[in-house]
């Protein structure tokens, strides 16, 4: 590989870096909702000036064989598109198989969290594949050079010889185009909702991480202790260019997952000036620290409970744009840019002390 000497990018790209970027998880016919935020941030960093090659292994369609196949994949595109970098955007075998092939110029893997966190709440079966998917994970993180953490408490779950180098903590960056504040009483005729009524947003994707039972928990002790007429809408198989439709018909967002890395709809909820309430998880208290209106509540009904009832006797719009402005698509493609730029850097140092 040619020596790459670069400077650290600005709002625009001087120079074009080429990334291979490998994922399992990328919109398709059959899954258009799939891995969006992978899409999305691609979008971004070809928006700044980088060019980047997609390598998509169709887990989903093909099943785990894709991955007897995948060493030659990658190094079939190695040698097409010669990139300066390969950045494996989860974690898991994937990222294994990637950072085993790949040992001539940086790899970079991303984690979002149940590949560093398992599924505690699946099944027997399919929370021993996560527990392989995670070791999987972790002998990734040892042998890459760089690691993209969406939150930081993610860190912990790394192995102790990785917690400390070459990390950079970016989230994946949300649409402020189209996530942003919207005529309440227009969403809830649009999406014929009563107006009147206390609407709790709910993004239940069929995980039981997420638990649902408690969320409807919190909604039977709302509106049996406190007489609230609240109503929850679970966010499901909803269009994404509808998404902040249902976000601003809504007066709260409600948050009671056991694990989350860092959960996007929250960020978009932001964007909507949306108020969340939410249980202590991923990155949310980050998120939400500071902003008026919005509460942290235990895992528990009663305090779920509590929370939402401030919301509904304030019954307001929360202010946090300017909270979310660092959280663009194309504000995360440049911290991502940049720490490609340093890791290439230490890779020519590398390099040419090595061949001095």
């Not at 110029?105 to 984690?111: E, M």
């Not at 102790?160 to 970016?170: D, E, H, N």
């Not at 108020?275 to 998120?287: E, F, L, W």
């Not at 939400?288 to 401030?310: M, N, Q, S, V």
Request: glycine share 6%; hydrophobic share 40%; proline share 5%.
């Amino acid at each position: 590989m040619k020596s790459t000497s670069k400077v650290r990018l600005g709002t625009n790209a001087t120079q074009t870096l080429r990334v291979l970027a490998i994922t399992n998880m990328f919109p398709a016919s059959d899954s258009p909702h799939a891995g969006r935020f992978i899409q999305q941030q691609i979008e971004g960093l070809r928006r700044i000036g980088l060019e980047v090659e997609v390598v998509f292994i169709d887990r989903l369609r093909e099943g785990m064989r894709v991955y007897a196949d995948l060493p030659s994949l990658i190094s079939q595109s190695m040698r097409t598109f010669q990139p300066d970098l390969v950045h494996v955007m989860y974690g898991g075998i994937m990222a294994r198989i990637v950072t085993q092939v790949v040992t001539d110029r940086p790899v970079v893997v991303s984690f979002h969290g149940s590949d560093l966190l398992g599924q505690p709440f699946e099944r027997l079966g399919r929370r021993l594949f996560a527990a392989l998917g995670v070791m999987a994970s972790r002998q990734a993180a040892k042998r890459c050079s760089g690691v993209v953490l969406v939150a930081e408490h993610l860190r912990g779950s790394l192995p102790v010889q990785r917690r400390t180098s070459a990390i950079q903590v970016i989230p994946c960056g949300i649409d402020l185009s189209l996530f942003r504040p919207l005529d309440r009483d227009h969403c809830c005729k649009e999406l014929g909702w009563r107006r009147e009524a206390f609407h709790i947003l709910f993004q239940n994707t069929g995980d039981p991480v997420k638990r649902p039972e408690l969320a409807y928990a919190a909604l039977a002790c709302l509106k049996a202790r406190l007489g609230i007429d609240a109503e929850i809408h679970e966010l499901r198989g909803v269009k994404y260019e509808h998404v902040p439709v249902w976000l601003n018909a809504c007066d709260t967002l409600l948050v009671t997952s056991f694990h989350e890395g860092s959960p996007t709809i929250v960020k978009e909820a932001l964007a909507c000036n949306l108020p969340v309430v939410s249980v202590p998880v991923g990155d949310v208290s980050q998120r939400i620290e500071g902003i008026r209106g919005c509460y942290l509540a235990k895992p528990t009904p009663g305090d779920l409970a509590k929370e939402l009832h401030k919301v509904f006797m304030n019954r307001r719009r929360i202010h946090a744009v300017e909270a979310i402005r660092s959280l663009s698509i194309d504000h995360c493609a440049r911290d991502l840019a940049n720490f490609y730029v340093d890791l290439l850097q230490v890779h020519d140092a590398h390099m040419a002390t090595r061949f001095a």
